[in-house]
């Protein structure tokens, strides 16, 4: 979205989340360690933007070592942090505006140089931003930093624009130089994310998604589905996690709610994606305002 679209109080709305998913994300980060349980993490993570004043665009994500991204925890899939290195990714909103923020800890202590990979060529992407940038150059930036540091970047995942409830909208900001020559004008709110992976840098979908999605409204026929469905509407189509449900309800009516929901078209899972060559992904996100120059809205 441009800000021309926007008036001044939605301006505002959209300034206030970036600002709280920053204070999430840093929160969160803190309690990425050894021995902390990443469902923990998550609950407190999403509790810290409630207490914020925020709301959650998305499920907080911790996505481990070769995942870049889409796990949250589940009950029975809780791992408890050891050596990995894990993403932390945070999404708030308030009224529909979303801040889209995330970051990298590594716990090892053996894959700094990748955790740093990711932070510069974001840093490098937000310097080299100015109305009239194409796309591609912003791609470019990404790439080469990456690169330098003997890693690559993830081609097949971007940063995005926002929009109103919508979490990933035009443009498509590439993590790598794909040719795309549009330009970007003053005014554009987007969320840069570069990945670097010292693996292949294409992700593959995995299985066992934790994370949906509501797409349509269908009937349904079976009373357990269907109140599992009234939950899931609260969500306002938002991606929302498992875990989410699996407090309101016993766990099996979950499995099968959302396995009967995914089969008839009204939701969508998000499964993890993992590097192919199982490469450790390293990830760093912020959402920026084009003026001048970029400005980091995610700042904390
Ligand atoms: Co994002």
């Known amino acids: 979205?441009?800000?021309?679209?926007?008036?001044?109080?939605?301006?505002?709305?959209?300034?206030?989340?970036?600002?709280?998913?920053?204070r999430a994300l840093y929160y969160g980060k803190s309690l990425i360690k050894?021995?902390?349980?990443?469902?923990?993490i998550a609950r407190k993570t999403d509790e810290k933007i409630i207490s914020l004043g925020g709301e959650i665009a998305f499920p907080s994500q911790i996505s481990m070592n070769q995942i870049a991204a889409h796990f949250c925890p589940v009950k029975n899939n809780n791992p408890v942090l050891d050596n990995q290195i894990a993403k932390l990714d945070v999404g708030v909103h308030v009224n529909g505006f979303i801040g889209d923020n995330a970051c990298t800890v590594d716990l090892s202590g053996e894959n700094s140089k990748l955790v740093k990979a990711s932070r510069d060529a974001l840093n490098n992407a937000i310097k080299v931003i100015k109305p009239g940038i194409t796309l591609a150059e912003i791609g470019r930036t990404i790439q080469e930093t990456i690169m330098d540091f003997g890693f690559s970047p993830v081609r097949n995942l971007s940063g995005h624009g926002l929009g109103k409830f919508d979490v990933h909208t035009k443009p498509t900001i590439p993590n790598y130089d794909n040719g795309d020559e549009t330009e970007i004008k003053k005014g554009d709110i987007?969320?840069?994310?570069?990945?670097?992976?010292?693996?292949?840098?294409?992700?593959?979908?995995?299985?066992?998604?934790?994370?949906?999605s509501l797409v349509q409204k269908?009937?349904?026929?079976?009373?357990?589905?269907?109140?599992?469905?009234?939950?899931?509407?609260?969500?306002?189509?938002?991606?929302?996690?498992?875990?989410?449900?699996e407090e309101k309800f016993p766990l099996f009516r979950v499995n099968l709610a959302l396995k009967q929901l995914e089969n008839l078209g009204i939701i969508k899972g998000y499964p993890p994606l993992a590097d192919r060559e199982n490469g450790l992904v390293s990830q760093a996100e912020h959402t920026i305002l084009v003026d001048e120059k970029a400005i980091v809205l995610t700042k904390s």
């Open 1 to 22: 979205m441009n800000i021309n679209e926007l008036n001044k109080n939605e301006l505002e709305d959209w300034k206030k989340a970036c600002k709280i998913a920053a």
């Open 34 to 40: 050894k021995g902390n349980n990443l469902l923990d």
């Open 218 to 245: 269908k009937p349904v026929r079976d009373m357990t589905t269907r109140q599992v469905l009234k939950e899931i509407e609260n969500y306002k189509g938002l991606p929302f996690a498992k875990w989410w449900l």
């Open 190 to 212: 987007f969320a840069i994310e570069p990945f670097a992976t010292n693996g292949y840098g294409v992700v593959i979908e995995t299985s066992n998604p934790t994370v949906f």
